[in-house]
């Protein structure tokens, strides 16, 4: 008994538990979102591309969330600008912008000599956070998912069907840029705890799970939240026994959740799915007479 309960006797354990269903919560709610507007690849965009702000920041000396975050609005508003004022589509915008600017990231870490280790801004450190981090991360978190909450209908009206919520006077342009800035600052709070490479699986993978179970979004969202924030807390503590890497034990669990729920939801699994599909045959079969 005394061996189950033995990571909770360290702090940062605790610590990294809290802020991983912190994290994941927010991530969570925000993938829901994303998903219904089919914007997976912009939270894949914008991760990557917080990487010259994270090293601009720190050859600045100013605290590396702004900087991460500055970049990351860049790329949502170079993308946003160039798909308005150009023929190409979105998604292609998107993988142009965010290579780019992972790129020159990249480069410039190479050239600016600091003690930032790139395996904690790819994978997170989880584990290593300070009490700073802890409560930087708490309250951003904390806002950030106070604000979705607050306009969760014009965002979900903005997501579902964007041409009524022009006609009933909802300011689109608006919602375009708030869902983005929330996106940018939600991969800023979780990027000390997973990384940028795992972010992008906790913005897409829990809305997916709440989608393939039910066609209600608030019960949808509710699904997520619980998926994100119980694979956090289940991810951390069974990294502490397997001693592998806390983020990556986080997402996996996310990403065997997710294969449960395709083959098996009640309704949009595979075996619903196939079921439904031999259904008809089944009735032929039986008024003709004639074996399927």
């Known amino acids: 008994m005394y061996r189950l309960l033995e990571p909770f006797q360290f702090p940062f354990m605790v610590d990294a538990m809290v802020v991983g269903v912190a994290v994941g919560a927010v991530c969570a709610?925000?993938?829901?979102?994303?998903?219904?507007?089919?914007w997976s690849l912009m939270g894949d965009a914008i991760s990557h591309a917080v990487l010259p702000g994270i090293v601009i920041a720190y050859a600045a000396g100013v605290p590396l969330a702004i900087g991460a975050f500055a970049s990351g609005l860049l790329c949502a508003v170079l993308t946003g600008y160039i798909k308005a004022n150009s023929r190409i589509k979105e998604d292609t915008v998107m993988g142009v912008v965010f290579t780019g600017l992972f790129a020159f990231g990249l480069v410039l870490f190479t050239k600016v000599k600091s003690d930032l280790h790139l395996d904690h801004i790819l994978f997170g450190n989880i584990l290593g956070l300070e009490s700073g981090d802890l409560r930087d991360t708490l309250a951003i978190?904390?806002?950030?998912?106070?604000?979705?909450?607050?306009?969760?209908r014009d965002l979900l009206l903005f997501c579902f069907d964007p041409g009524h919520a022009r006609t009933i006077g909802l300011r689109s342009g608006l919602l375009y840029y708030t869902l983005l800035s929330l996106l940018a600052v939600t991969i800023v709070v979780s990027l000390k705890?997973?990384?940028i490479i795992l972010v992008i699986a906790m913005l897409?993978?829990?809305?997916?799970v709440g989608y393939l179970l039910t066609d209600r979004f608030n019960r949808m969202m509710g699904i997520a939240v619980v998926t994100a924030a119980g694979c956090s807390f289940v991810g951390v503590y069974l990294s502490f026994f397997i001693n592998a890497s806390t983020g990556a034990c986080i997402v996996l669990l996310q990403a065997l959740v997710f294969v449960n729920?395709?083959?098996?939801?009640?309704?949009?699994?595979?075996?619903?799915?196939r079921r439904r599909r031999r259904a008809?045959?089944?009735a032929a079969s039986a008024a003709t007479g004639i074996p399927s």
């Open 29 to 38: 709610v925000l993938s829901c979102y994303l998903v219904l507007k089919g």
């Open 141 to 152: 978190a904390g806002l950030t998912l106070t604000v979705i909450l607050v306009l969760r």
């Open 193 to 195: 705890a997973v990384g």
């Open 204 to 208: 897409v993978t829990p809305g997916c």
């Open 261 to 273: 729920a395709l083959v098996f939801a009640p309704k949009h699994g595979l075996l619903a799915t």
């Open 280 to 282: 008809p045959a089944a």
